[in-house]
């Protein structure tokens, strides 16, 4: 049980094209989904945090206007990147919670703006 | 500002032998903590959590949990080269909008056969 999955896993794209990555949970409803991303030999970097039905928490220094961020529904949530530059190449991670307190993390999607 | 501190490594321990993996945190009121592992180019998964003080097992790996010092460790017995990755902590509080995660750097782990 507890699997989540990403789409895409990776996806290549020109600078100043929008970006969609979808995050599924399969076996549970997850009431909370988060966006991390991390760079190269870098910790995991928390960017967003979503609930069901309602608006992303977005951390300090995160565009939410750039990352924009749907959660419309219990095992649904996705991340668009919009104007891709190349300094947004990275590996994003969404992960998901039930109501319990383990989170369960998505394979990752590389995305690398050219 | 909630920090999870780690030694980055990287810790080099030859085949068989205990690996050990510390962690400490900063805010008294963190109430659950995981370890999840990540292989290069992955995405984390989770090995073990805890929640109360003392020590819990699950097959080779022990987590021990002391809140007092605000450490917690784990513990990789008969350390296998497949172990070899970097190995997040991750401390569970109460925010303002719920529950968060922070997860400390990661520690750098190679098994030498």
């Known amino acids: 049980g507890a699997v989540v999955s990403q789409h895409p896993s990776w996806v290549i794209c020109k600078s100043g094209t929008s970006v969609k990555i979808e995050c599924r949970s399969l076996?549970?409803?997850?009431?909370?989904m988060f966006w991390y991303r991390q760079f190269p030999k870098q910790s995991l970097m928390l960017m967003a945090t979503?609930?069901?039905?309602?608006?992303?928490?977005?951390e300090q220094g995160v565009e939410k206007d750039k990352f924009l961020i749907n959660h419309a529904s219990l095992t649904l949530s996705t991340l668009t990147v919009t104007s891709a530059h190349p300094e947004d190449s990275s590996f994003y991670i969404c992960?998901?919670?039930?109501?319990?307190?383990?989170?369960?993390f998505g394979p990752g999607t590389r995305l690398t703006v050219t | 500002q909630k920090e999870v501190e780690q030694n980055s490594g990287p810790l080099s321990v030859p085949e068989g032998a205990i690996a050990s993996l510390n962690c400490t945190y900063s805010?008294?009121?963190?109430?659950?903590f995981f370890w999840y592992r990540q292989y290069s180019g992955k995405s984390p998964e989770l090995i073990m959590f805890?929640?109360?003080?003392g020590d819990k097992e699950d097959g080779r790996f022990t987590a021990q949990l002391n809140k007092a010092s605000q450490y917690v460790s784990l513990l990789i017995r008969d350390s296998q080269p497949s172990d070899s990755a970097t190995y997040l902590c991750?401390?569970?509080?109460?925010?303002?909008?719920?529950?968060?995660?922070?997860f400390g750097p990661g520690t750098r782990l190679s098994v030498l056969p």
């Open positions: 991750a401390v569970n509080w109460r925010g303002n909008y719920g529950q968060n995660f922070v």
């Open positions: 805010d008294r009121g963190s109430q659950s």
């Open positions: 076996d549970f409803q997850a009431t909370t």
């Open positions: 992960s998901a919670r039930d109501r319990g307190r383990e989170q369960y």
């Open positions: 805890i929640y109360s003080n």
């Open positions: 979503s609930n069901e039905g309602s608006k992303a928490t977005y």
